[in-house]
């Protein structure tokens, strides 16, 4: 009986860790202007979705992120959405994009919520950091609900994404980064 404990969490540690792995990777592609193979990671399913957020009453939790369904939100994208945007600032002419921004992810407490089958959700904590010009900084912090999906060609995909930035108020003039 222990034999299958310690193995369970054995595979639960292997799990853990590669899944850091493949987010630590996705954070540097990023990093690295390296778009074309960052969205090579996103399934063709994806939802890429950042709620608007709202202060609201004690009570009224449930009324504090935008209504996919029914309300305006930051990002409610597929992937050939993701990849339009990712050819646009590929091309050099992106008006804020140009010149274009020195962009740094930090991803921290990953955790492993549930797997299902091939599916594992996932949930970690971000803080972009990003310079434009001589004084245009931007900081964006919050947590990332995902589904990753096991891929035979890059070991992972993002499936889901959901985005909480921990501001209600957006201060930058755009936001061109992924998240």
Do not use: C
């Not at 969205?39 to 939790?61: C, S, T, W």
């Amino acid at each position: 009986m222990e034999i299958d404990s310690r193995a369970q969490q054995l595979e639960r540690l292997l799990l853990e860790r590669e899944v850091e792995q493949f987010l630590y990777k996705e954070a540097q592609l990023l990093d690295d202007r390296r778009f074309s193979e960052w969205i090579e990671l996103i399934a063709d399913d994806i939802h890429y979705f950042m709620p608007q957020r709202r202060n609201v009453k004690f009570g009224e939790q449930y009324r504090e992120h935008s209504d996919p369904e029914s309300e305006i939100s930051w990002f409610d994208e597929g992937k050939a959405t993701l990849a339009g945007r990712v050819r646009q600032i590929n091309t050099g002419v992106h008006w804020a994009e140009e010149p274009f921004s020195r962009v740094r992810h930090i991803i921290s407490n990953i955790q492993i919520e549930d797997v299902q089958g091939d599916e594992v959700k996932v949930r970690s904590n971000f803080f972009v950091y990003t310079n434009r010009l001589k004084d245009e900084v931007n900081l964006f912090v919050g947590t990332r609900h995902d589904v990753l999906r096991r891929d035979a060609d890059t070991a992972w995909k993002v499936a889901k994404r959901t985005i909480i930035l921990d501001q209600n108020v957006l201060l930058a003039k755009a936001i061109t980064t992924f998240f």
